[in-house]
């Protein structure tokens, strides 16, 4: 039965080869990142946690929303499911075509060079889902831990690759906060003589 495949292949296969991978990988101080993607052994909340708590916190993420929004899943509750077990972070936007997710679903056979006949493709950041999107999904990350690099990764059909990055950069720089997440409560980041004086200045004004 195809239930007792599926388990052949973690019990047999995936967890054993990730288990010998890890131990590879501890040796030499070495993390390594999965990146869930639908057709894979790993592609969702489920899969991702199950292969962690088998192998260990050698094996992170990572994390690619736009692999996630045409699953269905949101990125920005993943993101909280999953917490530090991000280690790296694409930033790709996806668009779904409502017509054609009713007609055909989100599963298609069209492939990469045919994206008019899919009923999702690839998009740069903010050409898929808005700005308030994208702020909320960095503040995520903060409140998580994650601190580090968010790799712009071009895969836009409609935008030459120095267009799509551009339009990337610009929206990051603009939601992106320029200083670091305020430590323990955030009412404490704020000595009351500062406060005070700005609020002179402001009435000076």
């Known amino acids: ?40 052994a790993v592609y969702n909340t489920q899969t991702f946690l199950r292969l962690r708590a088998a192998v260990g916190p050698t ?9 996630l929004w045409w699953q269905g899943i ?6 909280e499911t999953i917490a530090d077990a991000v280690y790296t972070c694409h930033v790709k936007d996806v668009a779904l075509d409502p017509r054609l997710v009713a007609r055909d679903g989100v599963a298609s056979s ?7 006949k899919r009923s999702w493709c690839y998009r740069t950041v903010g050409y898929g889902h808005d700005e308030l999107f994208w702020r909320d999904f960095i503040t995520m990350l903060r409140r998580i831990g994650y601190d580090g690099p968010l790799s712009i990764e071009c895969e836009e059909p ?13 929206l990051l720089k ?21 406060y005070e004086s700005s609020l002179t200045k402001q009435v000076k004004r």
């Open 1 to 40: 039965m195809w239930k007792d495949a599926y388990q052949w292949q973690w019990d047999k296969k995936i967890i054993p080869y990730w288990r010998e991978a890890a131990k590879i990988a501890q040796e030499y101080d070495v993390k390594i990142c999965i990146e869930p993607h639908t057709g894979d």
């Open 59 to 67: 094996i992170g993420m990572n994390l690619d929303p736009s692999h």
């Open 110 to 116: 069209a492939y990469y060079d045919e994206w008019d």
């Open 74 to 79: 949101d990125p920005i509750v993943f993101v």
């Open 174 to 194: 603009y939601v992106m906060p320029r200083e670091p997440m305020p430590a323990g409560n955030w009412m404490d980041a704020y000595q009351l003589d500062d």
């Open 158 to 170: 409609y935008l030459t690759v120095d267009d799509s990055l551009t339009k990337a950069v610009q």
